[in-house]
């Protein structure tokens, strides 16, 4: 290695190092970290009732929150603030359930809206109960205009409708209607029907004598809908990695904002119709489908800070056609449930199964043709997902086997030149690297060697580790699954762990040690130092220095990676080492060589092309040696 290689090794350390002391939490910050997750604590604990009313005084609603207002408050005040509105804007906040048994979903008074979403078959890396939204921080309501007054429906108290006396459906459905009232004959209704076994709400929005109540001039409503997206899995840094805001156009892809980006707030305006969009963890989501499409969107995902119990707020507004008929019902679908690539599947009508991060073009090709159908039907049979992924290995390489095969002749090819290799590297010293290249070429050539020839089928093999990739981390179906020392196959490994921030190991690598990053950085090395066949080193002796550091930096990358994709990588080395010994005991070096040699003292035939050209450079020199005429 050079000294410009040594330098540039030393500057990046130094960059790591002072990173990692900038971005140390101190002890306070931990604090109101804890703090902030005893708080979520506590909110869990309430949501749970079936039915609770708000402790305190009657109030009313405003952009702050809940203010206290006397009872004593004239209505004169709240006509000219709601208009026909007042009598809504008092009053108290009760939660009711719709339930089955999949999911809890608690409506609160307040907005008529979804307070918090539980999923009863899902729990957190510290065993809570997988809550995708709670609290009053969350918004859900239509914003419109009322005699110049801006209406926000989620500052409004709606009146929950006797279920026995108004039934939405019938049979083993849970339903409720929510109302928010002007009188009798003129409110917004809000319809919930969840049927049995299903992620998916009917949510209805009817509005009925509203053409009088809102402005004239209004042919749009605006849905508000804003959540801060909850901590759910053990690592806050790698779940914000899966952490954003997805979207459909109109029979169009899928897009998303970048969950990656460094931007803290990331925002965008969609001038086209968006048939859903979804807030979406790494597992989990929650989104909102119009059934006739919104005509417009303005999305936004905002990072909270490192401390906060929160991993992102996001914000979606959304537009809907108004079309002020007397009676007119808006039909949308709400869903909160798992990112389960098969359960999503089955909502065909909305691709909503591309809020599975698969990769895109061959690579996800790849995972849901080939790794996702072997993977689910290896489950159907086998209830371990660490012998699942073990047999999904084998048969991967199995596929794979005439590549790894044709890579390994390659490289017997190029050991057995190596001692060749290494006299022309005498031959020329160092001054003469021009030289030595060209002669190396011209002996490869004799022997019908490419130096490249094994590294097109390892080249051909990329696209399957690149799906694994992306494969394992998104995989709902390992979350919380045990194997050997791992007690969750979607998140690290840890056999050491300490609490103290240390500068660049715990921000670069982390405060545990995961075995599985261990064993794949260990049989990495080996398989490559069982492969080094030293040639190439020769012409490039950086080139082999570096082929040793990638899998130590990949040790550091992937150490707070899921288990279940380091087993996998793991495994695959140890399948590949074993090929090799086997085909070390098939393939004969010194056959290999004599043919080699016996090609090398053949005339080497020359291709057409090439003929073409030595003929048409003897056609100019002879025009050359031509007498010009005078």
Not at 334 to 354: H, S
Not at 372 to 390: E, M
Not at 434 to 462: D, F, H, I
Not at 603 to 621: G, H, T, Y
Request: hydrophobic share 40%.
């Amino acid at each position: 290695m050079d000294r410009n290689s040594i330098l540039g090794i030393l500057l990046i350390a130094a960059v790591l190092i002072v990173w990692g002391i900038i971005q140390s939490p101190s002890k306070e910050e931990q604090a109101v970290r804890q703090r902030m997750i005893d708080s979520l604590n506590r909110a869990r604990e309430l949501q749970t009732s079936e039915a609770v009313p708000l402790t305190g005084d009657t109030g009313i609603i405003t952009e702050e929150g809940v203010s206290g207002v006397p009872a004593s408050m004239d209505s004169a005040r709240l006509t000219g603030e709601y208009g026909a509105f007042a009598a809504a804007a008092k009053g108290e906040n009760t939660f009711y359930t719709i339930e089955n048994d999949l999911i809890k979903l608690n409506i609160s008074a307040l907005g008529g809206r979804p307070y918090s979403a539980e999923l009863k078959e899902y729990r957190t890396f510290s065993q809570e109960p997988v809550v995708l939204f709670t609290g009053d921080t969350n918004r859900f309501g239509l914003n419109f205009y009322h005699q110049n007054r801006a209406i926000a429906t989620n500052n409004l108290f709606f009146q929950s409708m006797d279920k026995d006396a108004e039934k939405v459906v019938t049979g083993s459905a849970d339903s409720l209607i929510m109302r928010l009232m002007v009188d009798d004959n003129r409110y917004i209704e809000y319809r919930y029907i969840l049927g049995p076994e299903d992620y998916m709400v009917d949510f209805r929005i009817v509005l009925v004598g509203m053409q009088d109540v809102i402005d004239a001039s209004a042919t749009m409503l605006d849905i508000d809908w804003e959540i801060n997206a909850i901590q759910q899995e053990q690592l806050k840094k790698n779940e914000n990695l899966y952490t954003t805001i997805y979207y459909r156009h109109f029979q169009e892809d899928v897009d998303f904002l970048n969950p990656r980006s460094n931007k803290g707030e990331q925002q965008e305006s969609i001038a086209t119709q968006v048939e859903w969009v979804a807030f979406k963890n790494q597992f989990f989501s929650s989104i909102l489908i119009a059934e006739e499409n919104f005509s417009n969107a303005l999305i936004r995902s905002t990072m909270l800070p490192e401390d906060d119990a929160h991993l992102k707020k996001f914000r979606a507004e959304l537009g809907l056609t108004y079309d002020r008929a007397p009676v007119e019902t808006i039909n949308m679908k709400m869903f909160f449930g798992p990112n389960k690539f098969k359960l999503l599947r089955q909502y065909e009508d909305y691709q909503l199964e591309d809020l599975v991060s698969v990769g895109r073009n061959i690579i996800r090709w790849i995972n849901q043709y080939v790794i996702i159908p072997i993977f689910d039907w290896l489950s159907r049979f086998i209830g371990n997902y660490g012998i699942i992924i073990l047999l999904l290995t084998i048969i991967i390489k199995i596929a794979l086997l005439p590549l790894t095969y044709r890579s390994y002749l390659s490289q017997a090819r190029m050991r057995v030149l190596k001692p060749q290799i290494d006299e022309l590297t005498k031959k020329y010293p160092k001054g003469k690297e021009m030289e030595r290249q060209q002669a190396t070429m011209a002996l490869y050539k004799k022997a019908g060697v490419s130096p490249m020839g094994g590294c097109l089928p390892m080249m051909l093999q990329m696209p399957i580790l690149f799906a694994m990739f992306r494969f394992f981390p998104t995989s709902i179906e390992l979350r919380q699954e045990a194997f050997l020392w791992a007690k969750d196959l979607s998140t690290y490994d840890s056999i050491l762990s300490w609490e103290a921030q240390i500068p660049i190991l715990s921000n670069i690598y982390g405060n545990h040690i995961s075995l599985f990053t261990l064993l794949m950085t260990v049989s990495t090395i080996l398989s490559m130092k069982m492969n080094d066949t030293s040639a190439s080193s020769q012409q490039m002796p950086g080139m082999k220095t570096m082929m040793y550091i990638m899998p130590v930096m990949f040790m550091f990358i992937l150490n707070n990676f899921s288990a279940g994709l380091t087993y996998y990588y793991f495994l695959a080395n140890a399948i590949t080492i074993g090929q090799n010994y086997l085909f070390k005991q098939f393939v004969d070096e010194k056959e290999i060589l004599s043919k080699m040699e016996a090609k090398k003292a053949k005339p080497v035939k020359k291709s057409k092309f090439q003929q073409r050209l030595e003929e048409m450079a003897k056609q100019q020199q002879s025009a050359k040696k031509l007498p010009r005429k005078k």
